[in-house]
């Protein structure tokens, strides 16, 4: 699943930019920029300037995945 991949990918490496998470995930940066809209619309990420990271939210979640 996309947003878990996403989530992971925060989770370990923290505060980044949609194109090197599209890197990590391995995925289109449209694709990514499409999940990342969808965790932001649910409070799992925040965006911090342009680059994204996990809330305390979705740290909790990441934690339970």
């Keep these: 699943d996309r947003q878990k991949t996403i989530m992971k990918i925060l989770a370990s490496q923290g505060l980044l930019g949609v194109s090197k998470i599209s890197q990590f995930a391995e995925m289109p940066v449209s694709s990514c920029s499409n999940e990342l809209a969808k965790l932001q619309e649910a409070n799992i990420v925040e965006m911090v300037g ?9 740290k909790k ?4 995945i």
């Design 50 to 58: 342009k680059k994204r990271q996990l809330t305390d939210y979705g």
């Design 61 to 64: 979640i990441c934690q339970q």
